[in-house]
């Protein structure tokens, strides 16, 4: 059971998310995260000191959130691409849904603004996409002319880049489509015998797949 610091911290830091995905860094103030926690200003610089240090605490939990998230779907006996694809799709929930990842980013491409040493992100991504088609390439999954260290750079720039302007576009509304779209262009040049189609049927069981429909991919 938490104590009741524990409860305080949690919840200025949820109400400072909140306030930071809405209101980016330099448009939120410390009285507006007291404000929206309920929490007086001195309890907040109890606990975070700053405003900076709590950017920077919004930060670390965005990053914290991953390692448990790609255990769970990579700790699996599914194929390694299939992994893989189902991390993706996780992956993009978790932007789409999850204040504290949502503000976690934003606060991070705002990162001139925040007087504070941060952690740099994509770098444990690439690896963990890069083992995944290691292993693809040893299930013999993974087509022969396929690197996995340059697929995997080019994977997470294609993932992210899909991520900014989805949230551009529709707040990521429409996120997961656009991933299941972005795969059906990505596993033909990923997989040893291409079959698109199959591999998101079975990660996405019930779900139409969109580049199929009539008016392909765009309708």
């Known amino acids: 059971m938490q104590n009741r610091a524990e409860t305080t911290r949690r919840s200025v830091l949820e109400s400072a998310a909140r306030m930071f995905d809405e209101r980016g860094y330099a448009g939120t103030s410390i009285s507006d995260i007291s404000a929206a926690s309920g929490r007086t200003s001195g309890a907040i610089y109890f606990h975070y000191t ?8 919004v930060i670390e939990a965005h990053f914290a959130s991953w390692p448990e998230l790609v255990a769970r779907h990579t700790g699996t006996l599914a194929p390694a691409l299939e992994q893989l694809v189902r991390l993706s799709f996780a992956v993009a929930r978790a932007f789409r849904d999850d204040v504290v990842v949502r503000a976690g980013a934003r606060l991070w491409s705002e990162r001139a603004a925040i007087d504070a040493d941060l952690p740099v992100p994509f770098v444990g991504w690439i690896d963990t996409v ?3 088609l290691e292993r693809a390439g040893t299930e013999g999954e993974l087509a022969a ?5 340059t697929a995997a750079h080019g994977v997470i720039c294609a993932f992210f880049g899909l991520h900014t302007v989805s949230d551009a576009i529709d707040g990521r509304l ?10 059906h ?14 591999l998101l049927a079975v990660v996405r069981p019930g779900r139409a797949c969109r580049t199929n429909r009539p008016g392909g991919a765009g309708d």
């Not at 002319?145 to 260290?149: G, K, Q």
């Not at 429409?174 to 795969?183: F, G, N, P, Q, V």
């Not at 997989?191 to 698109?196: A, F, L, N, R, T």
């Open 50 to 57: 700053s405003k900076e240090n709590l950017a920077r605490t």
């Open 130 to 132: 890069r083992s995944l």
């Open 145 to 149: 002319r396929v690197d996995p260290a």
């Open 174 to 183: 429409s996120i997961e489509d656009r991933l299941a779209d972005l795969w």
């Open 185 to 198: 262009l990505l596993l033909p040049g990923l997989q040893k015998h291409p079959d698109p189609a199959a």
